[in-house]
């Protein structure tokens, strides 16, 4: 597989006015200046008990504060917002505000629009406790047919260090493909941690009390085989990587990578996803979904390029 060369031409990101949003807003501004990108905001308005109660006739014996139309004071908020943007020099594309499930209504607009990225906070405006699990983000990632970039914390450096992990299938090659044309300029950290199978084969042999000197030979053996791979995986992408580093370790790959991620300093972990599976529901893996709820940086997963055409 030859690296391609499409770039990202088109930015969403989902605003709920929320610190996470906030948040989401700072990484698609910057992404769409690197990337000479459009960006378009969108912000869905969820109907709510009070809204209810005006369409039953009641907006006369409400407190004024209550029945203010709630289109009209987020139109507000968010006109404020984007006068704020303009007058730091950013472009935006287009604006949308809509009223329904926001998870719903960002799904079927980034979907129809075939966005190159959709930007979102991990946590909304009303989450009441700090996971990922039930979320508008995990249920538009599982759900979405462009990549998503699940942003969870404010980072100065922004996006300088990428780790990639790997099984060097197809689907890490789109996932890498896509990583270098969002972060031209980036420091690319590849992970392949070696599957169950290495791992069971080295702890049969300690069970089988196999001399310790053939466990090394067979786990220097085991290295030497995956380092190979990797050197196969990243040929055709070494022009396009620039400055980057490998490493092979040995265990589970969920908690390998979420340590990585710490240890190096990661700024986001980019995962390639696999399809869409039954109910047309993203196959996003046991891995991928253990680092979404276990890791704090910022997450981009990205589905296979059939599905974005």
């Not at 996006?159 to 890498?176: G, Q, R």
């Not at 399809?275 to 997963?301: E, M, N, P, R, T």
Request: with cysteine; glycine share 4%.
């Amino acid at each position: 597989m030859e690296a391609s060369t499409k770039k990202v031409k088109t930015i969403l990101v989902a605003i709920d006015f929320s610190k996470s949003s906030d948040l989401a807003i700072s990484r698609a501004i910057n992404l769409a200046k690197v990337n000479n990108a459009k960006l378009t905001i969108i912000h869905v308005i969820q109907r709510k008990t009070t809204d209810n109660l005006l369409d039953r006739g009641l907006k006369k014996i409400l407190p004024k504060t209550l029945w203010l139309s709630t289109e009209e004071h987020r139109a507000t908020l968010l006109q404020e917002k984007i006068d704020s943007l303009i007058s730091h020099g950013l472009k935006i594309n287009s604006v949308l505000i809509t009223t329904g499930k926001p998870a719903t209504k960002i799904l079927q607009f980034a979907n129809k629009n075939k966005f190159d990225l959709l930007v979102m906070g991990a946590h909304g405006k009303h989450s009441l406790r700090d996971t990922f699990v039930g979320t508008t983000a995990e249920y538009v990632a599982k759900k979405t047919t462009c990549p998503v970039l699940i942003v969870k914390r404010e980072s100065k450096n922004q996006f300088s260090k990428i780790l990639i992990p790997t099984d060097f299938s197809k689907v890490s090659k789109n996932a890498l493909d896509y990583a270098c044309n969002l972060f031209p300029k980036s420091n690319f950290h590849l992970l392949h941690v070696g599957d169950y199978d290495f791992e069971n084969l080295l702890t049969q042999g300690e069970e089988l009390e196999i001399p310790e000197n053939k466990m090394i030979k067979l786990r220097k053996s085991i290295l030497f085989y995956l380092n190979n791979q990797m050197k196969i995986f990243t040929k055709s992408f070494r022009k396009k990587l620039g400055k980057y580093s490998t490493d092979i370790v040995l265990g589970y790959p969920g908690p390998s990578i979420v340590e990585a991620a710490k240890a190096s300093n990661i700024d986001v972990i980019v995962m390639g996803t696999q399809g869409h599976g039954q109910h047309h529901y993203l196959f996003i893996g046991s891995v991928a979904q253990w680092v979404l709820a276990d890791c704090d940086k910022d997450i981009l997963l990205v589905p296979p390029a059939k599905s974005r055409k």
